[in-house]
């Protein structure tokens, strides 16, 4: 069983930064691959970053990248979104998630999910 918290969300205005967490509990947490997705209201979710077990590759959505980082501190078994340069298109739910399947940008790849952070930026 893994469970997995997300903090760090808040009101930003744009071109503002924030920093996500998601602290993940489980043994299992640095042999996973870890993803981020945001959810806008009336849009499916979105995957945003992903990072491999052992943080040297990590993917980014076309919308986020350059802006955002993706990291994570195994010691700690943490994974974490730096955001920057943050646009009111960001506003959303952020959520953490462990990947067990085989594709980064489908949902369904993923076995566990945090309950989400709320980021919103205004203009």
């Known amino acids: 069983q893994v469970q997995l918290v997300e903090s760090g969300g808040g009101l930003v205005q744009t071109g503002g930064s924030l920093r996500l967490s998601c602290a993940a509990s489980?043994?299992?947490?640095?042999?996973?691959?870890m993803g981020w997705f945001r959810q806008a209201p009336g849009k499916e979710r979105e995957f945003v970053a992903g990072?491999?077990?052992?943080?040297?590759?990590?993917y980014y959505a076309d919308s986020v990248k350059g802006r955002f980082t993706i990291s994570r501190d195994n010691a700690k078994n943490t994974v974490y979104l730096q955001m920057n340069s943050l646009k009111p298109e960001d506003t959303a739910v952020y959520y953490c998630?462990?990947?067990?399947?085989?594709?980064?940008?489908?949902?369904?790849?993923?076995?566990?999910w945090g309950q989400g952070t709320q980021v919103t930026v205004s203009s």
């Open positions: 998630a462990r990947r067990s399947g085989s594709t980064w940008r489908d949902a369904r790849s993923y076995d566990y």
């Open positions: 990072i491999i077990y052992g943080g040297i590759s990590t």
């Open positions: 489980g043994r299992t947490f640095s042999n996973s691959a």
